[in-house]
């Protein structure tokens, strides 16, 4: 699990745990311990060599990267970089499974029309939704790994883990009022899932209520 510290990526790490697997957290820095079905490590994404070293004897890698959000070329190179990096790496390893934690702004409002397209999109997560549209394209050319590749609604925040969610793909998922939205846990809840049934291999699949 690339990402295991954040919001988003404790959550899917802790539900993963709960559900009985073994986790290898992988963040930036720190030392690496183990408690119960949890290790943690410490490993660049963006670095090839070291994903398939920390991806060795794992069924499954995870991204659940995060960027600063800040609007900064920043936010394309974690990105980016990751998804080439994820790529190259499990290329060398027997490991084939790989769940990414995408965006919301590369999904679709209309034909041919995404979320970023939007004059009202936030100036500022653009950078980042730029990135994730990118990151998707270069895994829709990849054919040698199961790689899926999971968008959050627009709005996704703390909140009750209810067990509810709706599976959709590339278009944006909207509740009876207009919203797209979930909270983190019942996100989580959907990511899992998808880790364990393996439903959607080399496709993006969205998740909301």
């Not at 499954?60 to 920043?74: K, L, M, N, W």
């Not at 790994?145 to 590339?170: H, M, N, Q």
Request: aromatic content about 6%; hydrophobic content about 40%; proline content about 3%.
């Amino acid at each position: 699990m690339f990402g295991a510290s954040g919001n988003i990526g404790s959550t899917i790490t802790h539900e993963l745990i709960t559900r009985g697997h073994h986790v290898t957290g992988v963040t930036r820095s720190g030392n690496t311990t183990t408690t119960g079905n949890y290790t943690a490590q410490a490993g660049d994404v963006r670095d090839a060599r070291t994903v398939a070293d920390l991806a060795e004897g794992h069924d499954v890698v995870v991204s659940a990267i995060g960027p600063r959000h800040d609007g900064s070329d920043e936010d394309r190179d974690i990105i980016v970089g990751a998804t080439a990096a994820l790529i190259s790496g499990l290329r060398l390893t027997d490991v084939k499974r790989l769940v990414v934690l995408g965006g919301a702004g590369s999904l679709l409002t209309a034909p041919g029309v995404r979320v970023i397209d939007s004059p009202h999109f936030p100036e500022v997560w653009k950078a980042n939704a730029s990135a994730q549209n990118e990151a998707l394209e270069m895994y829709r050319q990849v054919i040698d790994l199961d790689w899926t590749f999971v968008s959050p609604p627009k709005l996704i925040e703390s909140g009750e883990r209810t067990g509810a969610y709706r599976k959709g793909g590339d278009e944006l998922l909207t509740d009876a009022n207009g919203d797209s939205k979930i909270s983190i846990p019942d996100f989580a809840i959907g990511f899992a899932d998808e880790v364990e049934r393996g439903s959607a291999i080399r496709a993006r699949v969205s998740l909301a209520y």
